[in-house]
């Protein structure tokens, strides 16, 4: 018996469709298929316990987050023989908006050619978005308004992404991290900003400690070096 018809059949069993209807309702169907899809799709994922899938593709379910890769909200990342949830920035924004907390929130990419200056003195930014976006990305940020009138935007340069990444992801090999770089690097400036300076609901609380269990040390944004070095702005964005 393969592992893909393990995982198959430990998901469909009478006891973990039990579980799963009491956890889901009646959206217990669609996340059995969807369970399925991903670990057919993954050569990795088909060798990880079935425990373990299911455990990472549950807690994206109860955050009502979908699991399909392509879409960027959650992703189930093999590591070694075990799964594990991790959080795309797409469902960041998605919780962060759910809070009701932010009036606006975005991260994106900075293409060489795009920044017209930047002061870390006074942490002082200027983007051009008007130039194209056909160049190199040299780095990415992240921006948020809430509802009570802060603001905050954070800046990182791509290498101090890849130093974050390199010191903390147990999956910078492999999954997201390889597969949609930019992504990834969005959401570690997103997540670096929010978790220390926006208003976190119960659920980002919950979803934020549960993506931070890929990573090697615990806690990593409360003492990353790489985020001492970022911008927090009052900048000005020109944009098309």
């Known amino acids: 018996m393969t592992k893909e018809v393990s995982i198959q059949s430990y998901i ?3 006891a973990v469709q039990k579980n799963i209807m009491e956890t889901l309702g009646k959206k217990s169907a669609a996340f059995t298929s969807s369970v399925i899809s991903i670990v057919s799709n993954s050569a990795k994922l088909k060798n990880a316990k079935p425990v373990s899938v299911l455990a990472a593709a549950m807690k994206a379910a109860t955050l009502d987050l979908p699991i399909e890769p392509s879409l960027g909200f959650a992703y189930v990342v093999p590591y070694k023989s075990e799964a594990q949830f991790q959080l795309g920035y797409k469902g960041l924004i998605q919780l962060a908006l759910r809070s009701g907390q932010f009036k606006n929130l975005n991260s994106g990419k ?3 050619g795009q920044l017209i200056s930047y002061n870390p ?3 002082d930014l200027e983007i051009d978005y008007m130039k194209p976006s056909d160049t190199e990305v040299i780095g990415y940020f992240a921006s948020m308004r ?3 009138g802060f603001e905050k935007v954070v800046y990182w340069t791509k290498a101090q992404v890849e130093e974050h ?11 997201p991290w390889v597969s949609d770089f930019d992504a990834m690097a969005q959401k570690t400036v997103l997540k670096s900003m929010l978790s220390k300076y926006a208003p976190l609901s119960i659920e ?3 979803a934020i400690v ?3 269990q890929t990573e090697d040390v615990k806690e990593a944004f409360a003492d990353d070096k790489t985020d001492r070095k970022s ?3 009052n900048s000005s964005h020109k944009r098309s």
């Open 12 to 14: 469909k069993g009478d």
């Open 110 to 112: 900075v293409h060489e």
């Open 121 to 123: 003195l006074f942490e």
């Open 146 to 148: 809430l509802t009570n």
């Open 165 to 175: 990444r390199d010191r903390f992801s147990k999956a910078k090999d492999f999954g």
């Open 204 to 206: 980002m609380q919950d």
């Open 210 to 212: 549960s993506d931070n």
């Open 231 to 233: 911008t927090r702005l």
